[in-house]
């Protein structure tokens, strides 16, 4: 059974689905008292929304463009600091630059803004440094790209997740303190008042990633990650197109990192480290390498773990039980254990390549209820499948351990190693009508 | 002689800190040589084998405990072998990669819920730290130590892959990997060798290492790591010999930059070594061309 | 001599690998409209010419021309200077090379011997990737859908439907290339190259894994396309029965180096040719 919707009727279920969504975040942020626990939910997609958008960008590179870089959190780095270092207000730069005399910056662009044009200038104010984290990552990518991009897949991962190491201790650098803080957070810079702002940025930078990747350039990406040298053979220029994936890519992490920023209402370079890198890769796998839904289902699902479900596993007690080994740092390594097992044994993620769509989505639905009923007889198929290949495998390793023991038993008796020809007993000729 | 007094010290630090980088750059060099896989993990199993002894060292006496990190490393290092990347031979390169990274994050993680996230001092070890002049300078054991026992380590390996059946093996499965297990070699007993070389020379590489930096925590796997991989590529990726030259000119280059005061920046000139090396010459400076077949 | 138009020309092409000559002073000339054959045992060197022509390889020394412009040009240089074998030192003085894209662009498409398709893309994508080169627009235009990349991704879909109607892939266009069989999976192949406009075609082996019927259809289908696409062949064969059905004339490597050319009735009776087959008797 398969379901087929018109153009339009999918749009106008899209639209939809989007503005409910939107109108669910707003007042959900607004009306929800901060004691509740579905204030957990509200966080989980803000900070959520902020994941789906850098790993939507670091799916481009890996997944689409079949370039294996490591640099984001790196790159969301330079973006969460030039945001916050434009936007701490002018009086409060005595107390975040306590020990660099109030900085070299002293203004705020929010704040020269807000005072020319009022509202609408507040949030020109934090566009434009947002923007700007932007595309000042997105320069410092180009430059980086021009050794790292010819480089083989490999070694750019090394030289990225390197670059990103080089970065953190630059933005730690106490010379740089006026402008960085050196060491200490930045904080009280401008940030959003309600979680419909990071959903919606983000929404938009996925939308323009996933429009991107279905242009002509995206096919280009596409083939270049399928097979390199046929690419080249078609005349696509590997080297622009690798350059102009990992640019706008950087593009975006920067724009994350700027609404991390936000998010966290203070930032230190410390975190930016290949940890966090890690997190996101593996939040791409979950998803699916390939899959742009899968990244946003990803990112909603490793926030939701990590900052809700999992959340006991360190405090002591979840899902009523408690024990003693369940401290701090306890719910990562479940966390990471899980990831193992899905990049061991369900290594195409959530989502593998596919994208979602209504058709699918509404297909998947419908038949939902007739493959669980089959769902038993299925696995009970499959398991036994399994046991068949599982004796097979026994059979023939039995066989071999046989034919060594024989060979060593032969050449213990001093016979030769080879086996001779078997000769047959008797010979039948044809002739060549076969009789 | 003025120069000499002032850069001696660092230069020994250099060529100390070289060995230590070395050691961990043969574990990547000799995996990527014949799995063509960066083993994110290996400066994590570098990082345990550290905090591992930190928690031997409480309870048994100093030689036991130096075996028992050995053998741990050993362990450790074939199980994620065995465990993470066997099953995943045939899969796409990414995937190991990504199995790799998956390894590396469960093993700080893990360090981190063990450690609780406070950085150990690592024990010392008395005769590591006994202090000793060497003209001018005044140096502790462990730096004259390491680039010795290094070489000789190295001297070793290379005899056991030059002159060893299972050497030969190494170098035929580095060569061609299919090939060579239709000639009858047994892959996996060659790429589980080559791990518990790997891991073994990381462990005693540890135990120089956190003699010098004593403090101890989660990450302190990674960046020697790194630097221990740029170091193989600076050298030839695959080649034990190139991996050492290019571990030390790490640590000594290192070491000079600090002592010129730009503390900050030694960590990033080993990348931009690695980025001069990858444009200047692929395939470092002892390493074997390798044509892509079209 | 032929009195049509040379469009490729190679001029004591030589590749050297360290100490291994993979190709040995290649002299060979393709004309305007012409199927040139490139025949010889395996290892010849067959493959090692096509991919210093497209610029995978950058040849040890001669030059290439395509379209009577040298675009293509080396000489033994550094260590090779002391390793070199090959004959003509001193003759080649320039250092001219190209990538494989710009020689695309140039006018010369290729199919690979071990079929290389986009594998995660369907049939149709394949080949308007092929097209993407020929297109304008930045990747700002094109993302943000600008009224120039909406009217180019429409004339590249119409464009690459007809291209698959002419090989007999309209059908299969929305499938992915992998789920192809063989024989549809080399037709895509030399579709996909045909998308780029070429003047030159390069066909490495296309009749491998082809049984009789299927070469036969091959066969016809590249004189089709070679008329309808006013195109120069070279291609890499080894049944003995399409080289000798299509081309107009053959070139044979042995060991890297030249043999023999000429038609295909002079390659047939040619000894150094039927050495080099079947073995010298000795």
Same mark, same amino acid.
């Given at each position: 059974?398969?379901?087929?919707?018109?153009?339009?009727?999918?749009?106008?279920?899209?639209?939809?689905?989007?503005?409910?969504?939107?109108?669910?975040?707003?007042?959900?942020?607004?009306?929800?008292?901060?004691?509740?626990?579905?204030?957990?939910?509200?966080?989980?997609?803000?900070?959520?929304?902020? !994941?789906?958008?850098?790993?939507?960008?670091?799916?481009?590179?890996?997944?689409?463009?079949?370039?294996?870089?490591?640099?984001?959190?790196?790159?969301?780095?330079?973006?969460?600091?030039? !945001?916050?270092?434009?936007?701490?207000?002018?009086?409060?730069?005595?107390?975040?630059?306590?020990?660099?005399?109030?900085?070299?910056?002293?203004?705020?662009?929010?704040?020269?803004?807000?005072?020319?044009?009022?509202?609408?200038?507040? !949030?020109?104010?934090?566009?434009?440094?947002?923007?700007?984290?932007?595309?000042?990552?997105?320069?410092?990518?180009?430059?980086?790209?021009?050794?790292?991009?010819?480089?083989?897949?490999?070694?750019?991962?090394?030289?990225?997740?390197?670059?990103?190491?080089?970065?953190?201790?630059?933005?730690?650098?106490?010379?740089?303190?006026?402008?960085?803080?050196?060491?200490?957070?930045?904080?009280?810079?401008?940030?959003?008042?309600?979680?419909?702002?990071?959903?919606?940025?983000?929404?938009?930078?996925?939308?323009?990633?996933?429009?991107?990747?279905?242009?002509?350039?995206?096919?280009?990406?596409?083939?270049?990650?399928?097979?390199?040298?046929?690419?080249?053979?078609?005349?696509?220029?590997?080297?622009?197109?690798?350059?102009?994936?990992?640019?706008?890519?950087?593009?975006?992490?920067?724009?994350?990192?700027?609404?991390?920023?936000?998010?966290?209402?203070?930032?230190?370079?410390?975190?930016?480290?290949?940890?966090?890198?890690?997190?996101?890769?593996?939040?791409?796998?979950?998803?699916?390498?390939?899959?742009?839904?899968?990244?946003?289902?990803?990112?909603?699902?490793?926030?939701?773990?990590?900052?809700?479900?999992?959340?006991?596993?360190?405090?002591?007690?979840?899902?009523?039980?408690?024990?003693?080994?369940?401290?701090?740092?306890?719910?990562?390594?479940?966390?990471?254990?899980?990831?193992?097992?899905?990049?061991?044994?369900?290594?195409?993620?959530?989502?593998?390549?596919?994208?979602?769509?209504?058709?699918?989505?509404?297909?998947?639905?419908?038949?939902?209820?007739?493959?669980?009923?089959?769902?038993?007889?299925?696995?009970?198929?499959?398991?036994?499948?399994?046991?068949?290949?599982?004796?097979?495998?026994?059979?023939?390793?039995?066989?071999?351990?046989?034919?060594?023991?024989?060979?060593?038993?032969?050449?213990?008796?001093?016979?030769?190693?080879?086996?001779?020809?078997?000769?047959?007993?008797?010979?039948?000729?044809?002739?060549?009508?076969?009789? | 002689?003025?120069?000499?007094?002032?850069?001696?010290?660092?230069?020994?630090?250099?060529?100390?800190?070289?060995?230590?980088?070395?050691?961990?750059?043969?574990?990547?060099?000799?995996?990527?040589?014949?799995?063509?896989?960066?083993?994110?993990?290996?400066?994590?199993?570098?990082?345990?084998?550290?905090?591992?002894?930190?928690?031997?060292?409480?309870?048994?006496?100093?030689?036991?405990?130096?075996?028992?990190?050995?053998?741990?490393?050993?362990?450790?290092?074939?199980?994620?072998?065995?465990?993470?990347?066997?099953?995943?031979?045939?899969?796409?390169?990414?995937?190991?990669?990504?199995?790799?990274?998956?390894?590396?994050?469960?093993?700080?993680?893990?360090?981190?819920?063990?450690?609780?996230?406070?950085?150990?001092?690592?024990?010392?070890?008395?005769?590591?730290?006994?202090?000793?002049?060497?003209?001018?300078?005044?140096?502790?054991?462990?730096?004259?130590?390491?680039?010795?026992?290094?070489?000789?380590?190295?001297?070793?390996?290379?005899?056991?892959?030059?002159?060893?059946?299972?050497?030969?093996?190494?170098?035929?499965?580095?060569?061609?990997?299919?090939?060579?297990?239709?000639?009858?070699?047994?892959?996996?007993?060659?790429?589980?060798?080559?791990?518990?070389?790997?891991?073994?020379?990381?462990?005693?590489?540890?135990?120089?290492?956190?003699?010098?930096?004593?403090?101890?925590?989660?990450?302190?796997?990674?960046?020697?790591?790194?630097?221990?991989?740029?170091?193989?590529?600076?050298?030839?990726?695959?080649?034990?010999?190139?991996?050492?030259?290019?571990?030390?000119?790490?640590?000594?280059?290192?070491?000079?930059?600090?002592?010129?005061?730009?503390?900050?920046?030694?960590?990033?000139?080993?990348?931009?070594?690695?980025?001069?090396?990858?444009?200047?010459?692929?395939?470092?400076?002892?390493?074997?061309?390798?044509?892509?077949?079209? | 001599?032929?009195?049509?138009?040379?469009?490729?020309?190679?001029?004591?092409?030589?590749?050297?690998?360290?100490?291994?000559?993979?190709?040995?002073?290649?002299?060979?000339?393709?004309?305007?409209?012409?199927?040139?054959g490139?025949i010889g045992p395996n290892?010849?060197?067959k493959?090692?010419?096509?991919?210093? $022509?497209?610029?995978?390889?950058?040849?040890?020394?001669?030059? $290439?021309?395509?379209?009577?412009?040298?675009?293509?040009?080396?000489?033994?240089?550094?260590?090779?200077?002391?390793?070199?074998?090959?004959?003509?030192?001193?003759?080649?003085?320039?250092?001219?090379?190209?990538?494989?894209?710009?020689?695309?662009?140039?006018?010369?498409?290729?199919?690979?011997q071990?079929?290389?398709?986009?594998?995660?893309?369907?049939?149709?994508?394949?080949?308007?990737?092929?097209?993407?080169?020929?297109?304008?627009?930045?990747?700002?235009?094109?993302?943000?859908?600008?009224?120039?990349?909406?009217?180019?991704?429409?004339?590249?879909?119409?464009?690459?439907?007809?291209?698959?109607?002419?090989?007999?892939?309209?059908?299969?266009?929305?499938?992915?290339?992998?789920?192809?069989?063989?024989?549809?999976?080399?037709?895509?192949? $030399?579709?996909?190259?045909?998308?780029?406009?070429?003047?030159?075609?390069?066909?490495?082996e296309p009749a491998a894994g082809m049984?009789?019927?299927?070469s036969?259809?091959?066969?016809?289908? $590249?004189?089709?396309?070679?008329?309808?696409?006013?195109?120069?062949?070279?291609?890499i064969e080894h049944h003995m029965q399409v080289i000798?059905?299509?081309?107009?004339?053959?070139?044979?490597?042995?060991?890297?180096?030249?043999?023999?050319?000429?038609?295909?009735?002079?390659?047939?009776?040619?000894?150094?040719?039927?050495?080099?087959y079947?073995?010298?008797?000795?």
């Amino acid at each position: 059974m398969e379901v087929r919707l018109n153009k339009k009727t999918k749009s106008v279920l899209s639209a939809v689905c989007i503005a409910l969504f939107l109108i669910f975040v707003y007042f959900g942020d607004i009306m929800i008292s901060p004691g509740s626990s579905w204030k957990m939910l509200i966080t989980v997609i803000e900070k959520g929304s902020i !994941y789906a958008l850098v790993a939507a960008s670091m799916n481009l590179l890996n997944g689409f463009t079949g370039l294996f870089s490591l640099g984001q959190a790196g790159f969301m780095l330079i973006g969460a600091y030039t !945001y916050a270092i434009f936007t701490i207000p002018a009086d409060s730069h005595d107390k975040v630059y306590q020990y660099f005399d109030g900085g070299l910056i002293k203004w705020s662009i929010v704040e020269i803004l807000e005072g020319k044009m009022g509202v609408l200038g507040h !949030y020109l104010g934090m566009f434009i440094p947002m923007i700007g984290a932007g595309l000042l990552v997105a320069v410092i990518a180009f430059l980086i790209g021009i050794p790292v991009l010819r480089l083989k897949s490999d070694y750019l991962a090394i030289a990225t997740l390197g670059f990103a190491e080089i970065l953190r201790a630059f933005f730690q650098w106490n010379t740089l303190g006026p402008v960085t803080n050196g060491s200490n957070v930045l904080r009280k810079y401008t940030t959003y008042n309600n979680a419909v702002f990071p959903v919606l940025v983000s929404g938009i930078c996925i939308a323009i990633i996933v429009l991107l990747i279905n242009s002509t350039y995206g096919r280009a990406f596409r083939s270049i990650r399928d097979d390199e040298i046929a690419a080249e053979a078609m005349g696509i220029n590997l080297f622009r197109h690798k350059q102009t994936s990992f640019i706008i890519s950087s593009f975006f992490a920067g724009i994350s990192g700027a609404l991390l920023a936000m998010f966290q209402t203070t930032i230190n370079a410390t975190p930016f480290n290949t940890v966090m890198t890690y997190e996101i890769l593996l939040i791409v796998v979950i998803g699916g390498i390939g899959s742009i839904t899968g990244s946003i289902i990803g990112a909603f699902l490793f926030t939701a773990a990590s900052e809700w479900w999992l959340r006991g596993l360190d405090a002591g007690r979840w899902l009523g039980i408690s024990a003693s080994f369940m401290r701090p740092g306890f719910r990562k390594v479940v966390f990471a254990v899980l990831i193992m097992l899905i990049v061991l044994f369900y290594s195409r993620g959530i989502m593998g390549d596919r994208e979602f769509s209504w058709d699918g989505f509404l297909t998947w639905c419908r038949n939902l209820p007739a493959n669980i009923k089959a769902w038993p007889e299925k696995h009970k198929a499959k398991s036994a499948a399994r046991k068949e290949a599982r004796a097979a495998k026994a059979a023939a390793k039995a066989k071999a351990k046989q034919a060594k023991a024989d060979s060593e038993a032969r050449k213990a008796s001093g016979e030769a190693l080879f086996t001779p020809l078997p000769v047959a007993d008797h010979v039948v000729v044809f002739d060549k009508e076969g009789k | 002689m003025g120069l000499i007094q002032t850069w001696l010290p660092y230069i020994l630090a250099g060529i100390a800190v070289g060995g230590q980088y070395a050691l961990i750059a043969i574990g990547y060099t000799m995996v990527y040589g014949i799995l063509r896989l960066i083993n994110f993990a290996h400066g994590d199993v570098f990082m345990w084998s550290g905090l591992i002894m930190v928690y031997l060292i409480t309870v048994l006496p100093l030689w036991l405990s130096i075996i028992l990190v050995i053998i741990f490393a050993v362990v450790l290092g074939t199980t994620i072998e065995k465990v993470a990347y066997r099953p995943l031979r045939s899969a796409p390169r990414m995937s190991i990669m990504i199995s790799a990274i998956g390894v590396s994050y469960l093993l700080q993680n893990f360090a981190l819920y063990i450690t609780g996230g406070l950085t150990k001092t690592y024990p010392a070890i008395g005769w590591l730290q006994k202090t000793v002049r060497i003209g001018s300078a005044t140096t502790k054991m462990v730096t004259i130590i390491t680039p010795v026992l290094t070489i000789v380590l190295v001297v070793l390996l290379v005899m056991l892959i030059k002159h060893t059946k299972i050497g030969m093996a190494m170098r035929a499965v580095s060569r061609d990997f299919e090939t060579s297990s239709l000639m009858g070699i047994d892959i996996n007993r060659v790429i589980t060798v080559t791990f518990v070389i790997g891991c073994a020379l990381a462990a005693i590489g540890s135990i120089l290492y956190f003699s010098n930096y004593t403090g101890i925590n989660p990450m302190s796997g990674a960046m020697p790591g790194l630097k221990a991989f740029v170091a193989a590529v600076f050298g030839g990726i695959g080649s034990v010999p190139g991996a050492v030259v290019g571990a030390f000119v790490i640590g000594i280059c290192e070491n000079l930059i600090k002592g010129a005061g730009w503390t900050t920046f030694s960590d990033a000139f080993t990348f931009v070594l690695l980025i001069v090396i990858l444009m200047v010459k692929p395939t470092g400076l002892f390493g074997e061309k390798d044509i892509d077949k079209v | 001599m032929d009195e049509r138009k040379t469009v490729l020309k190679l001029s004591d092409i030589t590749m050297q690998f360290g100490g291994v000559v993979a190709v040995d002073n290649l002299n060979l000339e393709v004309h305007k409209n012409e199927i040139v054959g490139l025949i010889g045992p395996n290892g010849a060197g067959k493959t090692t010419a096509f991919n210093c $022509i497209t610029g995978v390889y950058e040849p040890t020394n001669g030059s $290439i021309e395509i379209n009577g412009n040298v675009v293509i040009e080396n000489h033994p240089q550094g260590k090779m200077k002391d390793t070199y074998k090959g004959r003509n030192q001193g003759k080649y003085t320039n250092t001219l090379t190209m990538l494989p894209d710009k020689v695309t662009k140039l006018g010369v498409a290729r199919t690979f011997q071990n079929i290389r398709l986009f594998k995660g893309m369907t049939v149709l994508e394949n080949v308007m990737v092929a097209m993407h080169m020929n297109q304008s627009e930045s990747v700002f235009g094109a993302t943000f859908r600008s009224r120039k990349a909406r009217t180019e991704e429409h004339s590249m879909r119409e464009e690459a439907l007809k291209l698959l109607k002419k090989v007999d892939l309209y059908e299969n266009r929305d499938d992915l290339s992998t789920s192809l069989p063989y024989g549809k999976q080399r037709h895509l192949e $030399i579709a996909r190259a045909l998308a780029t406009h070429p003047s030159i075609l390069l066909l490495d082996e296309p009749a491998a894994g082809m049984n009789p019927q299927e070469s036969d259809d091959l066969m016809n289908f $590249i004189g089709r396309i070679r008329d309808e696409f006013d195109l120069s062949i070279l291609m890499i064969e080894h049944h003995m029965q399409v080289i000798m059905g299509i081309c107009e004339h053959i070139y044979v490597l042995n060991y890297g180096g030249q043999i023999a050319d000429g038609t295909p009735e002079e390659i047939q009776s040619n000894p150094a040719v039927i050495e080099a087959y079947l073995g010298g008797d000795e």
